[in-house]
């Protein structure tokens, strides 16, 4: 079946502009997180949805960074004002959730280059 | 707070092992591994849950020592495929949600 999807695969921005990023998980998941890496780094947790649950974003570096979850499907991460330091690729991922755990699927990511 | 791994770099010859370790500081309810090639999102390797369980299939396995807050993955008979930046993922036990936070990561090399 289909994986995670995100769009677009890359955006480039100048400094001070606002983006959107959006994640179509898996069909059924009923979580999903959106992770940052930088060059080389490891993932950054920003942000999990997980059914009705209030959101936790306990990762979101700052104000300028939002997301919401629509019909507990598609997800879009906004990124107001964009910085330099926000440049990276932003991934997505979504899962089955169960005392048991499940994998985590990531979806290809979006690269974002801030000029 | 980000668990810890070590090595951070490795190279190895094909054929050979390697250890890999994850250590937190936190109460763990799983551990998580993925293994990361260049320009490609994570894939899943294998969870473990507390309760010291080891897993494996083929010539990947791993540990969870749950009173160590420590998980350590085997790597045996490396082969090429082998190659990559391998992360683990670590679920607190007291936040009552699935969240993950991932280590620093290992970069592995094989060479023929």
């Known amino acids: 079946g289909a994986g995670v999807s995100q769009s677009p695969s890359n955006k480039v921005t100048e400094k001070g502009k606002d983006v959107e990023l959006r994640c179509d998980p898996i069909?059924?998941?009923?979580?999903l997180y959106w992770y940052r890496q930088s060059l080389g780094q490891g993932l950054e947790f920003l942000i999990y949805?997980?059914?009705?649950?209030?959101?936790?974003k306990s990762g979101l570096p700052s104000d300028r960074f939002s997301a919401e979850r629509t019909g507990g499907s598609v997800s879009t991460l906004t990124i107001q004002r964009t910085q330099q330091e926000d440049s990276a690729v932003y991934l997505c991922?979504?899962?089955?959730?169960?005392?048991?755990?499940?994998?985590?699927?990531f979806g290809p990511g979006t690269r974002l280059t801030v000029t | 707070q980000q668990p810890v791994q070590s090595p951070q770099a490795v190279i190895l010859r094909e054929g050979e092992d390697a250890v890999i370790n994850c250590s937190s500081s936190?109460?763990?309810?799983?551990v998580h591994w993925y293994r990361q090639k260049h320009g490609e999102a994570p894939v899943f390797l294998m969870i473990?849950?507390?309760?010291?369980e080891q897993k494996g299939h083929e010539k990947i396995s791993a540990s969870f020592n749950e009173k160590k807050q420590q998980s350590s993955l085997y790597l045996t008979a490396s082969q090429l495929s082998y190659s990559g930046t391998y992360f683990c993922?670590?679920?607190?036990?007291?936040?009552?949600?699935?969240?993950?936070?991932f280590g620093t990561g290992t970069r592995l090399t094989i060479i023929p």
């Open positions: 991922a979504s899962s089955l959730v169960g005392p048991q755990r499940y994998e985590q699927y």
């Open positions: 069909s059924g998941h009923t979580a």
């Open positions: 949805f997980q059914g009705n649950s209030a959101p936790d």
């Open positions: 936190k109460a763990l309810y799983s």
């Open positions: 473990l849950l507390k309760g010291g």
């Open positions: 993922g670590t679920e607190e036990s007291n936040f009552g949600n699935e969240k993950l936070t």
